[in-house]
């Protein structure tokens, strides 16, 4: 009966066993050669390529193992049982099945040996890790370090930023030079104009423009939650300077051994938070008439010349033909945060003297009154309104200064007079930007303000104030991102005093201005400008003058 059963029962199991191979060798080899190829890369033991490499070689072979195993199953005998043990036998004493690349063998090893091989390599790639983590935070702090000095990214015209632990240092400035030729028109003086029309000498010379050179340092911080900076600002000239009342912006002393001056017009600090505002202890710009001539374009070319045949510092630009100087004074000003557009700003100034700028008539008598005593200061204001609509980008401001002099003396005055004037003084103006236009129009009014610098003029030899006003327009197009053409007119009227009659007095300064620009690079802007100046008194001397100049500005 026994043997009945094995009868029937062998031709089954030789069935499955030779079919057993077919139907699960292959798919449990190729998951277990995956998972191993998995984990030598993830140990490092095997690069991505080689990784990749193999395991397109194993399902290569793999695949055509499987297709070939029917066909040999169908071709091979019957295998008993003990021929089937015995296939097993010689096949696990091989190790590894015909299926693999033929010069691959894997040593699986003992299962504690892979266990600790694999723990090692998982060792080995943590303290990496670590290691590699625990240098990027040495990296990181030592980047951060106070001691570590790094340079911000340039911006053109910022200047260059560093920053040394809490501090920023700011290094900008700008250099400029330019030949002007000079031809005066003709005429007869005018006292206080500004044309070289009556001097009848044309004149060469090579000189600074409106700005002289410029080298501001500038260092920031935040201590306990306070923004605060300190600036100071040279600006040399290149002209040889000559010691007179304007000091370094005097007229120029064109002879040999001579040497440049030095403008120091900067010297503050500010103290303030977004939230509080900023205040200003120093000197600085002034408030009033700051914004008429940082817009002006003659900033960066020549405009009116002044003394050409002997060059101060600067030039005017449109300095008395347009508006007055607003000037570097010292102030404790206040500057409110910006409120949709609105921000308003505050000062009291030191005050400055009364000056008789139009100097004598043809006897010497002087032609204004003088002070030198102020028991009060300058006291200056501005509001502005910047705002956008339709793309035009418009900018309003409007400014007030008010200071009282105090003992005047003239020809006609004494100290012991005692006689005083509060000065007077308001301004409005506006600038529109609109893709490659900007515009830019400008009025001032004043009592006792005087024309051309604060206070020059402003009173008459008799102890009254002198009514003056002034405005200019300017016109600018970009007609590519480097090209640009600016045109420009000012007129400044001074007038008389009550009960005053001075025929050789300024009454009215102006010109007109056309100058090109083209930016050679970010730093470099070249510059071409015509520039035509008339004087008028108010008797019947006039005189003009023409002037041309080419030169270059380089900011930074």
Request: include cysteine.
């Amino acid at each position: 009966m026994a043997s009945r059963k094995r009868a029937l029962l062998l031709p089954v199991m030789a069935t499955s066993v030779a079919c057993a191979p077919f139907m699960t060798a292959p798919s449990a080899l190729a998951d277990d050669y995956s998972d191993l190829l998995d984990i030598l890369q993830l140990k490092g033991s095997l690069t991505k390529h080689e990784h990749d490499t193999l395991l397109a070689k194993h399902l290569s072979h793999t695949a055509a193992a499987s297709h070939a195993e029917p066909a040999r199953a169908a071709s091979r005998p019957v295998r008993t049982a003990s021929a089937t043990a015995a296939h097993h036998a010689a096949k696990g004493a091989h190790g590894v099945s015909s299926g693999y690349e033929d010069g691959i063998r894997f040593d699986p090893g003992a299962p504690d040996a892979a266990t600790s091989r694999a723990e090692l390599a998982a060792n080995r790639a943590e303290a990496s890790a670590r290691s590699a983590q625990e240098a990027m935070r040495s990296t990181n702090e030592a980047l951060n370090s106070n001691s570590i000095v790094r340079v911000a990214k340039y911006v053109p015209g910022k200047g260059l930023t560093f920053k040394a632990g809490p501090i920023d240092i700011n290094f900008s400035g700008f250099v400029n030079g330019f030949y002007t030729y000079n031809s005066p028109a003709g005429g007869r003086p005018v006292a206080g104009g500004v044309s070289t029309g009556s001097s009848g000498f044309d004149s060469s010379s090579v000189r600074n423009g409106l700005l002289p050179a410029g080298f501001i340092l500038k260092l920031s911080t935040t201590q306990s939650g306070i923004d605060m900076s300190a600036v100071l600002g040279m600006y040399p000239g290149v002209n040889n300077a000559k010691n007179g009342a304007f000091n370094a912006n005097t007229g120029g002393s064109p002879v040999g051994l001579g040497t440049a001056g030095i403008d120091l017009r900067q010297v503050y600090v500010t103290v303030g938070t977004k939230e509080v505002g900023t205040f200003k202890f120093g000197r600085d710009l002034a408030i009033f008439g700051s914004d008429a001539i940082l817009n002006d374009a003659t900033l960066l070319s020549v405009g009116s010349t002044g003394s050409n045949a002997a060059p101060a510092n600067t030039s005017l630009g449109r300095i008395g033909v347009g508006y007055v100087y607003a000037d570097w004074i010292p102030q404790i000003s206040y500057v409110s945060p910006k409120y949709h557009g609105l921000q308003g700003s505050v000062g009291v100034f030191q005050p400055l003297d009364e000056f008789n700028f139009a100097g004598g008539d043809a006897s010497g008598r002087a032609l204004s009154a003088s002070s030198t005593q102020h028991s009060s200061p300058m006291v200056q204001g501005k509001g502005t309104y910047d705002f956008t609509i339709g793309g035009v980008q418009t900018r309003i401001w409007a400014s007030f200064l008010v200071q009282h002099q105090q003992a005047l003396t003239s020809p006609d005055l004494d100290a012991g007079s005692r006689r005083g004037a509060m000065v007077e003084a308001g301004e409005i103006g506006t600038k529109i930007t609109y893709k490659g236009f900007q515009g830019v129009a400008y009025y001032y009014r004043g009592s006792g303000l005087g024309t051309t610098g604060l206070f020059f003029d402003g009173i008459a030899n008799n102890g009254r104030k002198r009514a003056s006003e002034g405005y200019y327009v300017q016109a600018m197009y970009n007609f590519t991102k480097k090209f640009k053409l600016v045109g420009s007119y000012g007129v400044s009227n001074l007038y008389q005093a009550p009960g005053e009659n001075s025929s050789l007095l300024v009454r009215r300064n102006q010109s007109e201005v056309g100058a090109a620009f083209y930016s050679l690079t970010d730093w470099l802007n070249l510059v071409a400008e015509y520039a035509h100046t008339e004087s008028a008194a108010h008797g019947p001397n006039k005189e003009s003058d023409n002037s041309a100049s080419g030169g270059v500005i380089l900011l930074f």
